[in-house]
């Protein structure tokens, strides 16, 4: 008896491999960050509040910039190289907020960033979260802004490669690592403010000075509202839990509980 191949298995068509199309793209989803990044002026925002940092005004500023490497992480990169591999993306150039940012670019322009202006980036942070808020229904908007706001501290340790690494150390597991210390807004999802150490840092000692500067860059609405920090109102400042531990909640009454509170919320690993 002969075997009768079914239609399916006739019409089923056979790979091809050869050149992508360069008309299609894996990060068409980036039209949407780059039209959320109009909406809330991200570009503009960083560039007023960090200034110029360069002499000629031409080319990429700082917020370009950080909004570039930002949306080339959400595309999945993790070095500086993936803006390369963004950028050989043609397709994907036509939808990305920054277009053309080349990792040797972005290094340089780094570099040109003082202290004081990385610092300001949180000022540009601040202004699209406020804008942000603005822009949401009003429920949405009173839940976020009027409710009670959580500040929550938390330290990781993001192991690097390569002896000629600035700014890292071995931490006590023996990695070679940076340490990024952020404030963020629990309700809201919203970094506020962050320092990067090494793995010798003890967060514990800059928590009281990032946990103002993230209360500063709250919106003054949430700011001012019954979660303020005035008499009779309260911020909760949520601790990081280590292996095995509850997170801890502290209610911030004055300046030194807030400074005592954040100290304990940044001592989950006190080694």
């Known amino acids: ?129 406020s804008r942000m808020l603005s822009l949401l229904p009003a429920e949405r908007a009173a839940a976020l802004a009027d409710g009670p706001v959580t500040i929550d501290l938390d330290t990781t340790d993001v192991e690097v490669y390569g002896r000629k690494k600035r700014g890292v150390a071995y931490n006590h597991q023996g990695q070679r690592v940076g340490r990024p210390h952020v404030a963020a807004w629990a309700e809201a999802g919203i970094p506020l403010a962050a320092d990067l150490g090494d793995g010798t840092d003890d967060p514990r000692a800059t928590a009281p000075d990032l946990l103002r500067r993230a209360l500063a860059c709250l919106p003054e609405r949430a700011r001012h509202s019954g979660a303020g920090s005035h008499a009779g109102r309260c911020r909760v400042l949520r601790r990081g839990a280590g292996p095995g531990r509850p997170r801890r909640a502290h209610q911030l009454r004055d300046r030194r509980q807030a400074d005592r509170a954040a100290v304990a919320a940044a001592g989950g690993d006190r080694r």
């Open 1 to 129: 008896m002969k075997r009768i191949r079914s239609g399916a298995a006739r019409s089923r068509q056979q790979p091809r491999i050869g050149a992508p199309d360069p008309a299609l793209t894996p990060n068409a989803g980036l039209a949407a960050i780059t039209e959320l990044c109009g909406r809330l002026g991200v570009v503009e925002a960083l560039d007023k509040a960090v200034g110029p940092i360069k002499q000629r005004d031409r080319g990429f500023g700082a917020g370009e910039l950080l909004t570039g490497i930002a949306s080339a992480q959400l595309a999945g990169e993790d070095f500086l190289t993936g803006l390369d591999r963004q950028r050989a993306d043609a397709a994907g150039q036509q939808v990305t907020p920054v277009p053309g940012l080349a990792s040797t670019t972005a290094a340089g322009l780094a570099r040109r960033f003082t202290p004081a202006q990385w610092q300001a980036v949180e000022r540009g942070v601040a202004a699209v979260t």
